[in-house]
């Protein structure tokens, strides 16, 4: 008699949390975090004009999406 001892990463209520979302709602989700957090960061936090904190927000959601995307392949 054995047992299997391997550990999930996150546990078991992960998967189940996870299995619903689809990996483009996951990019979205990724993107939408991170272009929001630098617009919050460069507009409030170091005070920079309204043009330049938009697209440090474009360049930053733009790249989330993509290592969401490269993530999502592997």
């Known amino acids: ?3 299997d001892r391997t550990l999930r990463a996150g ?3 992960r ?6 979302l ?11 975090a991170a272009a929001t957090f630098i617009f919050l960061l460069q507009r409030f936090g170091l005070n920079a004009s309204l043009d330049s904190a938009l697209l440090w927000a474009l ?3 733009g790249c ?3 290592l969401a ?6």
């Open 69 to 74: 995307y490269s993530q999502s392949k592997r």
């Open 22 to 32: 689809k990996t483009w709602q996951l990019m979205v989700l990724h993107a939408g």
């Open 59 to 61: 360049t930053f959601g």
């Open 11 to 13: 546990g078991p209520g």
């Open 15 to 20: 998967a189940t949390a996870m299995k619903g």
């Open 1 to 3: 008699m054995t047992r």
């Open 64 to 66: 989330a999406a993509g």
